[in-house]
């Protein structure tokens, strides 16, 4: 008689401690007198006072349950881009949305693909859902259409892509985003993920709402942590065919939405002249960023978002990481992107007029 021996212990379903966990950058600087926080892509100018003036209204009634449905917040985002409510789903950040839509739609054995220098979170998530992730090679640092679709098999269920993409701040422009949904089976679902979207002002960009509303097979997803300064509330929402919102609102928390997220990005996505300030803000100093480092020598990405990536030379005693010794001794703290493939860049968010200045001054020392 065979016995089967039992773990001592409650275990993870297979495969799951085989994720490595989402580490976000680092924070604190020990021994300076004051900290620069360059590593999170937060906006320097912050939230729309009518936003901040909202939550504290909020506070009266914390004894309240907040409106499961967020009616509030969805109607401002459908007034603002001219949308219908029954296409809109909003979450704890777009992250709880791209989590979801792995839920819904991934199955064991299915495959979901996402390109070389996407964002770290997908493979997480398409791997809880017990999905296998394909990683599409990019050019340039750009994602390459053919590529994806080369990696398309009859397993893939879905394909994501952040346009414009974190840690790169490149972007495809529409027509090509148009040519990858064509190469797609009508089955796969195309994830545009445009978290940076609203900092975009190329004329050949579209961030997805016109192939959402064309087609049962796109969805978008966009978040209030970025240009609206609402990071510490996390408020996402996603713009997507009804038939997908019907299926995420069947497993999604009842009251996933806090009451003050709901009213706070109500008030921010209605502040459009807050949005207009920090977008003319964002485009002066990337463009101020990216001319002073490549003087220094160095190589930036092209970017279209409120970050830039920078390459450092190869020598040990020039490299990121050196890089990133120095500036945090001085009080700038960077965004290390070894995890997504870049071993010897630093990713630097757009900061206020006295850290940009800062970090620059700071490299043309470390670079001496």
């Known amino acids: 008689m065979t016995t089967t021996l039992q773990p001592l ?20 600087a020990h021994g300076v007198a004051k900290v620069y926080k360059l590593s999170s892509n937060e906006t320097p100018l912050g939230p729309s006072q009518h936003a901040v003036e909202a939550f504290a209204a909020a506070a009266a009634n914390l004894e309240i349950y907040p ?6 917040l969805k109607e401002a985002i459908a007034e603002v881009h001219g949308l219908n409510t029954a296409n ?12 979801l839509l792995c839920q819904t739609y991934l199955s064991p054995g299915d495959e979901a693909v996402y390109t070389e220098h996407g964002f770290m979170v997908y493979k997480i998530y398409i791997m809880a859902a017990g999905g296998t992730p ?20 009859p397993r893939t269920k879905i394909v994501f892509l952040a346009n414009p993409n974190n ?6 422009p529409f027509e090509e985003v148009r040519r990858l949904h064509a190469g797609l089976p009508k089955h796969v679902l ?4 445009a978290a940076y979207a609203e900092y975009v002002r190329r004329n050949d960009y579209e961030s997805g709402m016109e192939l959402v509303s064309s087609f049962e097979n796109v969805v978008m997803t966009r978040t209030f942590s970025k240009i609206y300064g609402l990071a510490g509330l996390r408020i996402g929402w996603m713009f997507a065919p009804t038939h997908v919102v019907d299926a995420l609102n069947r497993i999604r928390g009842p009251f996933n939405m806090n009451s003050a997220a709901i009213k706070a990005g109500a008030a921010a996505i209605r502040d459009r002249a807050h949005v207009d300030r920090t977008v003319a803000f964002n485009d002066e100093w990337r463009e101020w960023l990216t001319a002073e480092l490549t003087a220094l020598g160095l190589r930036v990405t092209p970017s279209v978002a409120n970050f830039v990536l920078v390459h450092f030379p190869e020598a040990a005693s020039k490299s990121a990481a050196a890089a990133d010794e120095y500036l945090t001794s001085k ?10 493939g870049f071993p010897n860049a630093l990713r630097l968010t757009i900061g206020s007029e006295e850290a940009n200045r800062g970090v620059v001054a700071a490299l043309s020392e470390f670079l001496k």
Do not use: F, W
């Open 134 to 153: 394909i990683v599409a090679r990019e050019r340039d640092e750009m994602a390459e259409v053919d590529a994806i679709l080369a990696a398309v098999t």
């Open 190 to 193: 195309l994830v545009l993920d």
């Open 331 to 340: 009080g700038y703290i960077l965004r290390r992107v070894t995890g997504y």
């Open 9 to 28: 212990r409650p275990t993870p379903k297979a495969g799951l401690l085989d994720i490595a966990a989402y580490v976000p950058g680092k924070e604190h």
């Open 167 to 172: 840690p790169t701040g490149t972007y495809l």
């Open 67 to 72: 409106d499961g449905q967020a009616m509030a």
């Open 88 to 99: 809109i789903l909003c979450g704890n950040g777009s992250d709880e949305l791209l989590g």
